[in-house]
């Protein structure tokens, strides 16, 4: 069904602005929005008799969400209270020298299938051996722009020949639903030069570029020390940082590296939970935007944050700046639903086809239901409330729909896409060949926490 009127909701439109239609609804026409507006008016419209109608009554309809930094994985619950270079060390660099293609497909399939089920209608995902990303996404329906893990002073990571090799074959397929984009693992798993010949293949594509940078409190002194620059100076250096480039977490920014990132058009995704979960700190999330960056909000991966659902990544995004400045009017809910929805295609060089209700736009569209009882009271006009009920109440359980280009992706709560018991169990056992893989090669991984001297 790509044709049809979604009618009766409450509607936020998310372009930029606190207007609500309440009640309002949205007609959707070959899979793009030809209307938003009061129900009244939208029922005007000529197409609207002669289109299938969804009741929305007693459901907020938002754009879907933009998951800014994930990464597929099969690790949750099993590397818990560590620091984040013991986690990398003893769990997570094992375990990426055991994977396999058949094994990295499985997790997308499960990532994806649980970002889908709670409102993400968009990943930027960095993860190997992405051709079974890319399979996945296209089957599921979800958009994806896959940004492989690439590094040269590991070897058991993807090199920038594979994220070419990705690139001549996924550049925009699926309708252009699934984009391939050039990805960097950490500054201290790539040489400067790589940097540099990663800057020049997003050049030659025409594509973004996505790394990790500033998370640790240690990572910004070990740079200065190896490189005598603070890590986004040395980005800029580099030559990396650019309108197509997105930065995940961001949280020791200093305001000179603010200022490069503001200037260069560089966005940032903020990961709370999982710079909450790891100890990394509160990224100045509140200045960021008002030094005119454009900040996204995404989950990390699995094993950062052991679940995928970007409502409660709303709640601690809001919550984490309030806690860290002391200041209660940060956080407010219409900002944070801006960076999960509009700011975060903005950040993604989507924001001409998605992320806002807008007419021309593709229909990419989540109804959250809003009657439980956790929501009550849900208040209108003067006393309207539902925005806030989004970003503090609702959790990905109370997603009730998702469309993607006009494709009914979920129905009444249920993924209709996919078998979600055969991707759960796939991933399962997945899972435990992984686990098995890793057992036989641990002690065998090299680790930035064992090795950094030797690339200074």
């Not at 009061?38 to 879907?64: F, W």
């Not at 990705?166 to 309708?175: F, R």
């Not at 603070?230 to 961001?250: K, T």
Request: charged share 20%.
């Amino acid at each position: 069904m790509t044709s049809f009127l979604l009618r009766g909701g409450t509607v936020l439109p998310l372009e930029g602005s606190k207007v609500v239609f309440d009640p309002g609804s949205v007609l959707v026409i070959d899979g793009k929005i030809e209307l938003v507006g009061g129900v009244a008016d939208v029922d005007q419209h000529p197409a609207a008799p002669n289109v299938e109608v969804i009741d929305a009554t007693g459901h907020a309809v938002v754009p879907g969400f933009h998951n800014c930094h994930l990464h597929s994985g099969l690790l949750r619950g099993t590397a818990e209270s560590l620091a984040l270079w013991e986690w990398l060390e003893d769990h997570i660099d094992p375990a990426h020298r055991a994977l396999t293609p058949e094994i990295a497909e499985a997790a997308s399939w499960m990532a994806y299938t649980e970002g889908l089920r709670g409102g993400t209608t968009s990943v930027l995902d960095m993860w190997r051996h992405m051709e079974g990303s890319a399979r996945a996404a296209e089957a599921i329906g979800i958009r994806a722009t896959l940004a492989p893990y690439t590094a040269d002073l590991y070897d058991y990571f993807e090199t920038l020949e594979t994220n070419r090799r990705l690139l001549e074959t996924h550049l925009a397929a699926a309708d252009g639903r699934v984009r391939t984009w050039v990805g960097l693992e950490h500054i201290f798993y790539c040489s400067p030069d790589m940097f540099r010949q990663a800057a020049a293949l997003a050049e030659e594509f025409d594509t973004g570029i996505h790394t990790h940078s500033s998370e640790s409190i240690w990572e910004v002194q070990e740079c200065l020390r190896q490189f005598g620059r603070r890590p986004i100076e040395e980005f800029y250096n580099r030559g990396i940082l650019g309108s197509q480039s997105v930065i995940a977490h961001g949280v020791w920014l200093d305001d000179r590296e603010v200022q490069l990132m503001a200037q260069t058009g560089t966005s940032v995704t903020h990961c709370p939970c999982s710079n909450m979960k790891l100890s990394s700190g509160p990224a100045r999330i509140g200045f960021y935007r008002e030094q005119g960056m454009t900040v996204a909000l995404g989950t990390d991966g699995e094993k950062e944050n052991n679940n995928l659902d970007m409502l409660e990544e709303m709640k601690f995004a809001s919550l984490l700046q309030k806690v860290s400045t002391l200041d209660p009017t940060t956080g407010d809910p219409w900002d944070i639903l801006d960076m999960a929805t509009l700011s975060g295609a903005r950040a993604l060089g989507l924001d001409d086809v998605t992320g806002s209700l807008e007419v021309g736009k593709d229909a990419d569209i989540v109804t959250v239901d809003l009657g439980g009882l956790h929501f009550v009271p849900v208040m209108h006009g003067d006393d309207f409330n539902i925005a806030a009920h989004l970003v503090f109440t609702a959790s990905s359980h109370d997603v009730a729909n998702v469309w993607v280009q006009g494709r009914r992706l979920v129905a009444d709560s249920e993924v209709a896409s996919v078998d979600v018991k055969e991707v759960a169990a796939n991933a399962q056992a997945a899972a435990e060949e992984l686990f098995e893989r890793r057992r036989q090669l641990q002690g065998d991984t090299p680790s930035p926490a064992t090795t950094l001297g030797k690339n200074a």
